[in-house]
């Protein structure tokens, strides 16, 4: 049997991002600091919003955004049933309801044609997630739900767009994650984006205790006696100077590692069409993906063998594969707790059970892309 080892993931840094780290390191300014600055600048620039916030990960960006909102108990927030389980927990952190509303299957994300009818007067948000890198159709969405603030669960959409307007600008806050996993990394980490100044100021305040900085302290400089006055309750998700100084250095090698993914994702597609039992990823002009992942959809109709035989057949080929990610009504929290059947939202069920993301990173050789459409083709029988 052939065998090459080829990862699902793998994180692109190196000696840039060793040297980076000595800078705070030998100043001693660790915590949120100048590096975490000049971080945030860029990311802000390239995402074409007024400001960006680090913060530890995607998931408490998104729980500040809620937050910013002041969603509460007895509010209802929006998600699409297949996506990471950070989208729903952020809800329930704010005390609130998830409304889970079906995704399309073509797409993986959320269904808009769906949503209108999970919009009720005591909605406050909606969270749609660009799926593996692929834009939700927010304007489909905005006409589904006018008037409701828009939080794009944008983890895996760093440099992604959607006609012509990059991932993070296109609701009212968007929060991003630097997680291994995702094209960029910092370890840990998130960024939440906004256009708005007074939800700009919420945000900055929660993610460091509730504190306030006054007009004099930002003007005149810092009195030793003055601290920071804390008018709201806040949290402490600071982003590291440590990993604001990788952040900037993997930054800079984001459009370069979304060019490179591109390229072999149209390798792939062009190499997997004949597949029939294969689905790839398919979207109009309107998008440009992210590329976090290549998450594909087994017809177990018309595939030799099911989902999980086909991933164990390529594992046993060297070939790391994961399910898209998890329908989260069918997590046993969720369906014990909220009386969820894996019918319920048929489109993430099928995504749960048949979806297969294979490798696509930036350690990957043409060899390795060769082997696993040879792979694909011809031993999966
Ligand atoms: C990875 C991911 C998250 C969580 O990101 P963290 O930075 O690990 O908190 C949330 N939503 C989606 C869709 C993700 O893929």
Redesign the pocket.
């Known amino acids: 049997m052939k065998k090459r080892n080829i990862y699902i993931s793998q994180p692109s840094m190196g000696q840039e991002e060793w040297e980076a780290l000595k800078e705070p390191i030998f100043s001693g300014w660790v915590t949120q600091g100048p590096k975490v600055k000049e971080f945030e600048q860029l990311f802000a620039e390239r995402h074409k919003v007024k400001y960006a916030f680090a913060v530890t990960?995607?998931?408490?960006?998104?729980h500040l955004a809620l937050a910013a909102l002041d969603i509460q108990a007895g509010d209802e927030v929006i998600i699409p049933a297949f996506?990471?389980v950070?989208?729903a927990n952020v809800v329930l952190y704010c005390g609130a309801t998830p409304v889970f509303v079906d995704i399309d299957p073509k797409t993986f994300n959320i269904d808009p044609a769906k949503v209108k009818e999970k919009v009720s007067e005591k909605t406050k948000a909606i969270i749609p997630?660009?799926?593996?890198g692929l834009c939700a159709d927010i304007d489909a969405i905005k006409e589904a739900a006018p008037g409701i603030a828009i939080v794009e669960?944008a983890?895996?959409a760093a440099g992604a767009g959607y006609k012509g307007k990059p991932a993070g600008s296109l609701g009212d806050m968007a929060?991003f994650?630097?997680?291994p996993?995702?094209s960029i990394t910092t370890g840990?980490?998130?960024m939440v984006t906004t256009n708005d100044d007074a939800l700009a100021e919420k945000l900055n305040m929660l993610r460091n205790h509730g504190a306030s900085i006054s007009e004099e302290q930002r003007h005149h400089g810092p009195k030793p006696y003055i601290l920071p006055a804390f008018e709201v309750m806040g949290y402490n998700y600071r982003m590291t100077d440590l990993q604001g100084a990788l952040g900037v250095v993997q930054f800079g090698k984001l459009d370069q590692f979304i060019e490179e993914r591109d390229k072999w994702a149209a390798f792939y597609k062009k190499e997997l069409a004949d597949l029939e039992w294969l689905q790839v990823p398919e979207f109009s002009v309107d998008y440009s993906h992210g590329w976090?992942s290549f998450a594909c959809l087994i017809h177990e109709d018309k595939a030799p063998h099911s989902r999980n035989k086909i991933m164990e057949l390529l594992q046993e080929r060297g070939i790391s594969t994961r399910p898209g990610?998890h329908a989260v009504h069918m997590l046993d929290y969720y369906a014990n707790n909220f009386g969820f059947k894996p019918e319920d939202f048929p489109g993430a069920q099928i995504a749960n059970d048949c979806s297969i993301a294979i490798p696509l990173h930036n350690k990957m050789s043409e060899e390795d892309y060769k082997y696993v459409v040879d792979v694909l083709k011809n031993e999966i029988k």
């Open positions: 990960s995607c998931t408490t960006g998104l996506t990471w950070a989208t997630v660009h799926l593996f669960d983890a895996c929060s994650s630097f997680h996993r995702k840990e980490g998130g976090q990610t």
